[in-house]
């Protein structure tokens, strides 16, 4: 706890102040974690530049203002700028976290706002990316571009990020988007459904345990007889994947329902999960015997391929009106 100068040191009375007050119990752990708060105080105030915060952690690390001042990569900081005729906004935040904080913030309600088929297309322009965000068919275009940078004396510099920010940001970004629109392109640029018509129900049940599968059947709905022409018409209004989903879950039922109506009311709960939903069976009394647990989990799914299946976007609006739905076949 001593800074060391030109022949002398000295205690370093601030740093012991904020050790104690941080309640250090001399384990490195601890002086790990208060080193790393230190230094994401120090990367903020590169960018803030406030004189007091600079003077208290010359003060706390013995570094000169000039060595504070010098580049410095803990989360990061990154510049979110969002274009559109609904939506303009520019912030500047820390870390991929708080990228992936702001971005659902801006897009908000967007997407649930116009129909069904809002979409999200993500591109990389290194060191830039963007995510377009689409709710009617090209009539309302936002465009979120966002970079890491580095503050200095003569503003921002963009760096090309790198692999811990690639990891914490873009798998994140896809999750978010499959969830938050119902047609997603990815980074790799193919578009997610490709077509509402090859949409399907994966319905998986289980004998109370997600580790215990007893059998899995995909509900198809005739989508594929939907004629073009309304299909078009479908696209033009934004409700084409609506009623591809809504044609879906009318055929789950006719599947489902009888094996709904074997136990009371009262022994099922419906919960919507990040690909669609699960039904749970609990006992009650009266009720016949059985496993108990999760029962059913049904997933949107697209057909790549004769016999072949791959997860597809389904915005949570969706999902939460196809357990509604469940819950009304069982009322």
Not at 89 to 114: C, N, S, Y
């Amino acid at each position: 706890m001593r800074n060391q100068g030109a022949g002398n040191s000295q205690e370093n009375v601030a740093l012991k102040s904020a050790l104690n007050e941080a309640g250090w119990d001399g384990s490195e752990d601890a002086l790990a974690s208060m080193a790393r708060n230190v230094a994401k105080r120090i990367e903020a105030a590169q960018l803030a530049r406030n004189p007091g915060e600079l003077a208290e952690l010359s003060q706390l690390t013995g570094l000169s203002e000039g060595e504070i001042l010098e580049p410095a990569h803990v989360d990061g900081h990154w510049l979110v700028v969002a274009s559109g005729p609904i939506s303009t906004r520019t912030e500047l935040v820390l870390g991929t976290a708080g990228v992936m904080t702001l971005i659902p913030e801006i897009v908000g309600k967007l997407l649930d706002d116009f129909g069904s088929d809002g979409r999200v297309r993500m591109h990389r322009a290194s060191p830039w990316y963007r995510l377009e965000i689409d709710p009617r068919c090209g009539r309302s275009t936002t465009w979120l571009d966002f970079v890491r940078c580095l503050p200095d004396a003569r503003g921002l510099r963009w760096l090309k990020p790198g692999w811990r920010d690639v990891f914490l940001l873009e798998e994140p970004l896809l999750t978010w988007a499959r969830s938050a629109a119902n047609f997603v392109t990815g980074f790799d640029g193919l578009p997610v459904p490709g077509d509402v018509r090859r949409l399907r129900l994966q319905v998986t049940e289980y004998n109370g345990e997600r580790g215990e599968c007893i059998s899995e059947q995909i509900v198809a709905g005739a989508l594929e007889e939907i004629p073009d022409e309304r299909l078009a018409a479908e696209q033009e209004v934004g409700k084409s994947h609506l009623v591809a989903t809504w044609t879906l879950g009318t055929a789950l039922q006719e599947i489902l329902e009888p094996h709904l109506s074997a136990y009371p009311r009262q022994c099922w709960e419906v919960t919507v999960t990040d690909g669609g939903c699960a039904l749970y069976l609990w006992p009650t009394g009266g009720a016949p015997g059985g496993p108990y647990g999760l029962r059913y989990r049904i997933q949107l799914v697209e057909e790549i391929a004769p016999g072949q299946f791959g997860a597809a976007p389904w915005r949570h609006k969706d999902r939460e009106a196809l357990k509604q739905r469940i819950e009304a076949w069982l009322s």
